[in-house]
């Protein structure tokens, strides 16, 4: 078992191409080729942290905050960074980041949040754009089937719970092959015309190079013919933030205790409560004062996400209840989730969950 092996589950997980452009996911620490002795996972990585994954001998911390986010021009213990970094290194111990690709994917961070507090009908609040592209491609009628299973197989044809969707119309294809070529039908030198199918499928831009090589190693020509199109569609499952609901409307009384509960919540800043009830509720773990106009625009009756400034609480308008829970007690079940991801895929190897209390936000009631 390598690192590389445990990364490249968490990569199909949220792929690193999801994350925002100021993040600092995947690899900051180690080399991929190492082989990995264990896995400790958390939300943050502190020193504590790093102890911990010594003592239980486990050499890959997968977190879901970056311990690098912001560029180091030196490396010292003077800071939390620098010390935390001097130690993961002296004690040959990796580091991955999870970070925002893990936020823009529905069953992440947002879908975790979603299901501690029973919501149904769960949908991306804020789509997120140039995530979905289209594949044309020409294939002889006798290798239509193999072509389009290999596309399929490799992910291409998916569209929210649907798969293997796709388009073909049949029509004449024709080239003529050059020297040095070695076609898999006509002859050098000659015009051929062939009755082909013409594919069309959408998919996940981020499962571009597999689907391409896999069209590839199915297609019987030397040359294999295709197109790659950008969408303005957004992707389903992809994006900022998330919306669902409760079956039965609630109170605002009875779902701010509920949301207090589940979330082992001392406190919460919330706006002045001016709705009867409360239903459609929106969610964004960590900062996500930035959505919450997507929340208003989307009907939510409550949104929950953290480190809302003071007048970003008047953007809510009169119109649904913010709640700010906290950064890390919005996003504390990331690590149970990182966890049932990887037990899952490697039931037989030593994936931990760290016992560290990393919150630095404490209260005094």
Not at 92 to 111: C, S
Not at 294 to 300: E, G, H, P, Q, T
Not at 339 to 359: C, G, H, I, W, Y
């Amino acid at each position: 078992m390598t690192i590389g092996s445990i990364i490249n589950v968490l990569e199909t997980v949220a792929p690193p191409s999801l994350q925002e452009p100021y993040d600092n996911a995947g690899l900051l620490i180690g080399t991929a080729a190492d082989t990995c002795t264990g896995v400790l996972v958390t939300l943050d990585v502190t020193e504590a942290v790093v102890d911990e994954a010594v003592a239980k001998g486990a050499n890959l911390i997968v977190a879901h905050h970056p311990l690098i986010f912001n560029g180091l021009k030196r490396i010292s213990p003077d800071n939390h960074v620098g010390a935390t970094v001097i130690r993961a290194i002296r004690n040959g111990i990796a580091v991955y980041a999870i970070h925002t690709n893990l936020d823009n994917v529905l069953d992440g961070v947002n879908g975790m949040m979603a299901e501690k507090l029973g919501l149904t009908k769960l949908r991306v609040l804020a789509p997120k754009p140039g995530t979905l592209r289209k594949l044309y491609t020409f294939v002889p009628h006798a290798q239509l089937d193999q072509v389009r299973e290999a596309i399929f197989g490799a992910g291409g044809g998916q569209i929210g719970n649907y798969q293997e969707i796709g388009f073909s119309v049949q029509g004449l294809g024709f080239f003529k092959a050059g020297s040095g070529a070695d076609p898999f039908l006509g002859r050098v030198g000659e015009r051929h015309y062939e009755e082909e199918t013409k594919i069309e499928v959408i998919y996940p831009a981020h499962l571009e190079a597999g689907i391409v090589a896999a069209l590839k190693a199915a297609h019987p020509y030397e040359e294999v013919a295709y197109d790659l199109v950008d969408l303005r569609n957004p992707g389903e499952g992809i994006g900022s933030g998330a919306i669902g609901e409760w079956e039965l409307p609630k109170s605002p009384e009875e779902a701010l205790n509920l949301v207090k509960e589940r979330f082992g919540l001392k406190v919460i800043r919330h706006t002045p409560v001016t709705r009867e009830t409360v239903q459609r509720v929106a969610l964004c773990g960590g900062a996500g004062s930035f959505l919450i106009s997507n929340a208003l625009r989307a009907d939510a009756d409550l949104y929950i996400t953290a480190d809302v400034k003071y007048h970003e609480f008047f953007g809510a308008e009169g119109r649904m209840i913010l709640a700010d829970i906290g950064h890390f007690e919005s996003e504390q079940f990331t690590s149970d989730l990182l966890f049932d991801r990887l037990r899952e895929k490697f039931p037989n190897f030593a994936v931990l969950k760290s016992m560290v209390e990393t919150n630095p936000i404490k209260y005094f009631i």
